[in-house]
């Protein structure tokens, strides 16, 4: 039998200060390049949970070694090689960083996962790596499963790429592009959601001594050595979004330590977004950002392309606000963990909102609320945004919450603890 999570209800305001673990997205990016790396590196602080402890898994498989040290982990380079088969999970980083790198290992490798995953769009990558050289069997499929067959090495050079469904398509072909011969000259077919993640991968791959530079239509990455580098990894801030919420749905104040003063994250953007929404924004003497909620919520109308994994929190303040919000260019996220656009639609309607699809985004007007069984649909988004509409609806239960272990394992003792509970722990 599932497990069902019943969500708290805490009309109360909430008063608190919340520590976060590591980013999922900058870990990722941080375990590729050690993998790719001229000699061993140490992740301080790296994010432990079921996306990146699966990326972790799936280097070890082309025989590089990731090992746990404390809180930290140890990288050391090593021959690539297959045959293998790589668990993606249902990790869209997985799905797109590793096949580039799989590429330069000397045998095949097999990139599989959970059933969702063989739904996820993959059609740009591997179309990519073929025009770059390389050998990809798919059955005709543009999704998982696929086998790479890699011959240790890979031509690179020019090429033109769909990006259209994922930016993690040009961030895993950048990543891993010092490698080849003759680098990459990456040009877009069209435009690219997410914009904010492949600065992010630009940003990294500079840190590490990578040579990137943008062109008229895309990115040129220079062929040569990737230098190893011992990196302490920023806090998620994407998963601050639902403690953070919080503060808005009770008229509460909470605090999330450590927020960088500047990054790449696209979560950083929350300060404006909940700002937009009525919330007082401020950063802390030590560091932290502190979101205050007024007496409501105001409703948004806010195009979201660049920071789509914040939506289904945003949708679930949205359901909760003073008036109906229009939340736009988002239709990529119908290829993440699920079909976002459809859940929400689900999920809102089921607790009391009218919800309007469109092709790229959702329109909500709030309804009084209602106690309702959710799905988590596997997403750890989903399981978080359940979270943040039970604060306000009294019987909102959600199923297989387990789906949160994703990116964030402890996220429901978290949760307790942002609420006052004995038995959580918020930091």
């Known amino acids: ?58 280097l070890r498989a082309l025989g590089v070694s990731v090992v746990d040290d404390g809180e930290d982990q140890l990288v050391t380079p090593g021959p690539l090689r297959g045959p293998t088969t790589v668990d993606a999970g249902l990790a869209g980083t997985i799905l797109r960083f590793l096949p580039p790198v799989a590429a330069l290992a000397a045998g095949p490798v097999t990139v599989d996962g959970d059933v969702r995953l ?13 025009a770059l050289g390389v050998q990809v069997d798919d059955d005709g499929r543009g999704r998982a499963p696929f086998t790479v067959h890699g011959t240790g090495r890979v031509r690179g050079g020019a090429v033109t790429v769909d990006a259209s469904e994922s930016s993690q398509i040009v961030s895993g072909l950048l990543l891993a592009a010092a490698r080849f011969d003759e680098g990459i000259d990456l040009a877009l077919a069209g435009g690219v959601p997410s914009m904010p993640h492949v600065e992010m991968t630009v940003t990294t791959l500079r840190e590490h001594g990578v040579d990137v530079a943008p062109t008229d239509r895309g990115w040129r990455v220079a062929p040569g050595p ?8 920023e806090p998620d801030l994407s998963n601050a979004a639902p403690f953070l919420a919080a503060a808005l749905v009770t008229g509460g104040r909470v605090t999330v330590r450590d927020w960088p003063e500047r990054t790449t994250q696209p979560g950083a953007q929350l300060d404006r977004l909940l700002a937009d929404m009525g919330a007082s924004v401020e950063r802390t003497p030590d560091g932290g950002l502190r979101v205050t909620g007024g007496s409501s919520i105001r409703p948004l109308v ?56 469109l092709p790229d985004g959702l329109e909500i007007e709030p309804g009084p609320g209602r106690p309702a069984r959710l799905d988590s649909y596997a997403d750890h988004r989903m399981v978080m945004a359940a979270a943040v509409l039970g604060l306000a609806v009294d019987g909102v239960s959600v199923a297989d919450p387990g789906a949160v272990t994703k990116t964030l394992p402890d996220f429901r003792e978290r949760w307790s603890g942002l609420l006052g509970d004995p038995i959580g722990a918020s930091s």
């Open 118 to 130: 063989r739904e996820r769009p993959n059609a740009g990558l591997i179309a990519a790596l073929r």
């Open 302 to 357: 806010a195009d979201l392309g660049e920071v789509g994994e914040l939506t289904p929190v945003l949708a679930a303040l949205c359901a909760l606000a003073d008036g109906p919000s229009r939340l736009t260019g988002i239709g990529h996220l119908r290829g993440h963990e699920t079909d976002r656009l459809q859940a929400l639609d689900e999920v809102l309607t089921a607790v009391g909102a009218r919800v309007h699809q």
């Open 226 to 233: 990737v230098r190893a580098l011992d990196r302490v990894v």
């Open 1 to 58: 039998m599932s497990d069902v999570w019943s969500a708290p209800h805490h009309p109360a305001p909430v008063e608190a200060v919340v520590g976060l673990p590591g980013s999922k997205s900058l870990t990722a990016r941080a375990l590729v390049l050690a993998a790719l790396a001229d000699r061993p590196s140490r992740l301080v602080r790296p994010l432990r949970a079921r996306d990146t402890d699966l990326m972790a898994g799936a």
